[in-house]
């Protein structure tokens, strides 16, 4: 079956200008999460979905980035009036049900350049 | 706060060598273990993972860990790699508990296979 995808797979922006991420999760999973990893660096958890509730978002790094899941299904991480060290590759990651013993199945990335 | 850390930033193995990849955490309790590996362009790929019971944990691709309590450690081996196992190594923890939640990853390590 289908895994995880992500779109755009790469994008550009220019400091100042606010982008959109796309998150398709597997078919039925129930549990969404968004990481970010910078070059040379491991994930870092930014914020995790149950169905359509944000149960943590603990590690947005700023109000600058805001996530959505509306339906339960696809989400979107946004990013508000980007900065350079928004520079990063975003991982998208999807588990069968809300339990912390779930594979986490991971997207291929959007790589994000903030010039 | 969860921690983990591989201490191993580069590693070069001979194809058909032996293979370990250390990983150290810190955690109050014993904590959910996973061990990813991420192709160039490719999502992060669950090799295995560890939750209680036999401490040696046997994945996909010929790939085991063995969770060791006093050493606070869950290193990966291979008896034999392969061309095809160059990839980056990414050793993470989850919060032991009833609901899912973010990871924590270490910095990686990246793997060389030479001929």
């Known amino acids: 079956g289908a895994g995880v995808s992500q779109s755009p797979r790469y994008k550009v922006a220019k400091r100042g200008q606010d982008v959109a991420l796309r998150c398709d999760p597997i078919?039925?999973?129930?549990?969404l999460f968004w990481y970010q990893q910078a070059l040379g660096q491991g994930p870092e958890f930014l914020t995790y979905f149950q169905n359509e509730a944000q149960l943590d978002k603990s590690g947005l790094p700023s109000d600058r980035f805001f996530a959505e899941r509306p339906e339960g299904s696809v989400s979107t991480l946004k990013i508000q009036r980007t900065q350079q060290e928004d520079s990063a590759v975003y991982l998208c990651?999807?588990?069968?049900?809300?339990?912390?013993?779930?594979?986490?199945?991971f997207g291929p990335g959007t790589r994000l350049t903030v010039l | 706060a969860q921690s983990v850390t591989q201490p191993d930033i580069h590693i070069t193995v001979s194809e058909g060598a032996s293979l370990e990849l250390r990983c150290n955490y810190s955690y109050g309790a014993t904590p959910y273990l996973f061990w990813y590996v991420q192709s160039p362009g490719q999502g992060l790929q669950l090799l295995l993972k560890y939750f209680s019971g036999d401490t040696l944990v046997q994945g996909i691709k010929g790939f085991e860990a063995e969770f060791k309590r006093s050493q606070s450690s869950f290193n990966l081996r291979k008896p034999s790699v392969h061309w095809s196992d160059a990839a980056e190594y990414f050793c993470a923890v989850g919060a032991r508990g009833g609901g899912a939640d973010g990871l924590t990853f270490g910095k990686g390590t990246h793997l060389i296979i030479q001929p």
């Open positions: 078919s039925g999973h129930v549990s």
């Open positions: 990651a999807s588990s069968l049900s809300g339990s912390s013993t779930d594979t986490q199945y």
